[in-house]
């Protein structure tokens, strides 16, 4: 017989096992929710998952990089100012910065921290939350893809599909690649896309050269860039840096003694420079590298079948320009004209009421003509300006665009010191502008035809005009030596071949002669080495050459050293009358020094994908413009400019004792000043001038090449030369390998004849 107690006690058990059951059939049937769930979103029921080819290549921007010769990123082209490093690229203290702040158990998760979550779960239940439970793989699925506006629910979806984004990520990466990813895709503020792009931005630094400190202001800014920004809330940032700093004493990354010492230093961005299109050295070849890039990918197509794209593609251009003499090179141009030339001019204008317009058909007693002129080249300048085509397209009537010209307002002007904030009418601001000077320069390498430095202005910021490749300008005397290439290729003819130094006049084939005239009577009616004539100037014998050879013959034989610019069949050309550009003129020049070969001057190459696959190469065209002997003959002659012509400061002034051949070239109103310097490594060439041919010293002495462009040569070659690893030579031009029996010293040459040739110095040309 069974008790009531017994009856009791088993109705108990049996109602507890009830209970029982239906708890872990409720456990089990929500475990089984919660995969069907996740079974779900993996199955991409809820809306769909990035894939495994979209987790290996994340659709970012990615900016095309510019590299020079020895390795140092020139600049950038963008949309998102990011380019990507690898994990060993890295230093070392902002990987442990960032996994002290963010998720310290980063190395033992598998992309979901459950101790974080459940510390995140008992903040929310007891109102005490300490920070959130994502771990850095959770974040680099977020960073990745961005979830844009999105209401609860779908945020509690996004959620869960970023958990198992971040188990993805951890099953087909390495540690290393997922925070080497998360450090790339990271925003850190002013527009710095990933730790490349942000390092160069705060510190002008590379991302495994960030010091301690750096590192952790880094590692801090990525919660919040605009407001732990260093720059725009210094305070907040300063704390926030010292937080990860102490997040790193915390768990034994830094000793206390260097947290105390370390948390004293100030933030270190006094080099913080936005990452844009106009900062950073070479601006206007990078403007030039623009150009044919985008021509190049509007060629070239991806895989998919669509052309490159320059600013989202992340190409890797590889540069023929060396830095540090690209950097030389931008000095140069700034000692001669900042410290010199410019405050010259300046000094030459004073006190004149058309300043600093001439025009060579008025003698200074016309001046409502004048006056009339120059209005005519202001408002021409004014309705090539960016504010007039602005204020036109918007549908501003003429007057009042011209109105506004006129009205004064406050603007940012450039000064070599600096700019400077004034006030001025636009209109005076053009004027204002139409006092500089300006300058291009363009080094190539000799015998491979790489382009070393390329300077096409003064200041990209305010002058957008490139005086290398865009710009066109008359040679001057710098064109001589095409004619006088002509006379070395004939027999007759050498460097110590005298002619009489008097006028000669070529028919024009109309009844008209041309017969030019020399700065002055020097030497009149003595008969006069070639070497001589060339290094001088000298417009007598220029014309006595014309005479034996066309102008056709000529233009051939510049075009054949590489000018591509139309030259008039006239023999004034022998004097410089052609427009050409600096490009041009170094590119045929080199053919000297580089044995009678014109190498075409190249600029880049090779082109990169992102991922390193080389799309193409680039070697420069060659061919043979005259033979080896010639070339040598015309690098004898164009010695002579510098041993005892026009180019002669070079040995007096500047101390330049190797062998160096060159030539200054004037146009007749001082208008352009050139210098071609050819060494037998380097063929550099310079122009200087105005905006404008009618802006110009009124003098020779001030305003020949030899003054305007010369200096400039000489301060970047001695840069050059003082530094050793570039391994540039000082030696001299390499003869022919068949021998010459050709005497090149004039003085032992006369004297063979029993003649003299007199003493040299200096001489103004046109």
Known sequence: MVSKKDKSGSKHEKKFFNYLLKFWLIVLTLIALLLLFFYGVVQEWFGPMPTFEELENPKSNLASEVYAADGVILGTYFIENRSNVTYRQISADLINALVAIEDIRFEEHSGIDEKALLRVAYGIATGNSKGGGSTLTQQLAKNLFPRGYLNKPQLVLRKFQEWVTAVKLERSYSKEEIIAMYLNTVFYGHNAYGIKSASATFFDKTPDSLNLQEAALMAGVVNAPSRF?????????????????????????????????????????????????????????????????????????????????????????????????????????????????????????????????????????????????????????????????????????????????????????????????????????????????????????????????????????????????????????????????????????????????????????????????????????????????????????????????????????????????????????????????????????????????????????????????????FVPEKNEAMDEITAYKMLKLMQGVVESGTGIRLRYKYGFNNPIAGKTGTTQNQSDGWFMGVTPDLTTGIWVGAEDRSVHF????????????????????????????????????EPPLKDISIEFDCEKYDRSHNQGTGEFEEEEEF
Not at 577 to 601: C, I
Not at 699 to 709: H, K, V
Request: with cysteine.
């Open 229 to 617: 920004s260093p720059i725009s809330n210094p305070e907040k940032s300063l704390e926030r840096r010292n937080l990860v700093l102490r997040q790193m004493e915390k768990y034994g990354f830094i000793s206390s003694k260097v947290y105390d010492s370390v948390s004293r230093l100030p933030l270190g961005v006094s080099r913080f420079s936005l990452q844009g299109h106009n900062q950073g050295i070479s601006r206007y070849f990078r403007e030039y590298l623009r150009g044919t890039m985008k021509k190049w990918c509007a060629n070239h197509f991806k895989a998919d079948g669509a052309p490159y794209n320059l600013y989202k593609d992340g190409l890797k251009i590889y540069t023929t320009i060396d830095s540090r003499m690209q950097k030389y090179a931008e000095e140069a141009v700034r000692e001669h004209l900042a410290n010199d030339l410019q405050p010259s001019f300046f000094q030459h204008w004073k006190g004149y009421t058309f300043a600093p317009f001439v025009f060579e058909d008025d003698e200074g007693n016309q001046s409502e003509v004048i006056e009339s002129k120059v209005d005519k080249i202001l408002k021409q300048a004014m309705r090539r300006s960016e504010r007039y085509r602005k204020l036109k397209l918007a549908g501003v009537a003429k007057d009042s665009i011209e109105k506004s010209f006129n009205t004064a307002v406050p603007m940012r002007v450039f000064k070599w010191n600096g700019p400077v904030d004034t006030v001025m009418t636009p209109m005076d601001s053009i004027r204002y502008y139409k006092f500089y000077l300006q300058a291009g320069l363009m080094s190539m390498e000799t015998h491979t035809g790489f382009v070393r430095a390329y300077v096409g202005g003064i200041d990209y910021r305010y002058f957008q005009f490139d005086h290398v490749t865009q710009g066109k300008r008359q040679v001057g005397s710098t064109f001589k030596p095409f004619l006088y290439t002509l006379a070395m290729q004939e027999g007759e003819f050498t460097p110590c071949y005298k002619v009489p130094n008097i006028s000669y006049s070529v028919e024009l084939g109309d009844g008209t002669f041309w017969s030019p005239r020399n700065s002055d009577d020097k030497r009149l009616g003595e008969e006069v080495t070639l070497k001589w004539a060339l290094a001088n100037s000298n417009n007598w014998i220029s014309a006595y050459l014309m005479k034996r050879f066309s102008p056709q013959s000529v233009a051939k034989m510049a075009h054949n050293m590489g000018v591509v610019s139309d030259i008039p069949y006239v023999p004034a050309i022998a004097l410089g009358t052609p427009d050409l550009s600096l490009y041009e003129m170094v590119g045929a020049m080199n053919t000297f020094a580089n044995k009678g070969v014109y190498v075409q001057p190249i600029f880049v190459t090779r082109i990169e994908d992102k991922n390193g696959n080389v799309l193409e190469r």
């Open 698 to 733: 009124r003098t020779i002495r001030l305003g020949q090449g030899a003054n305007m462009a010369l200096p400039i040569w000489a301060i970047y070659m001695k840069k050059v030369y003082a530094d050793p690893s570039l391994g540039i030579s000082m030696g001299d031009f």
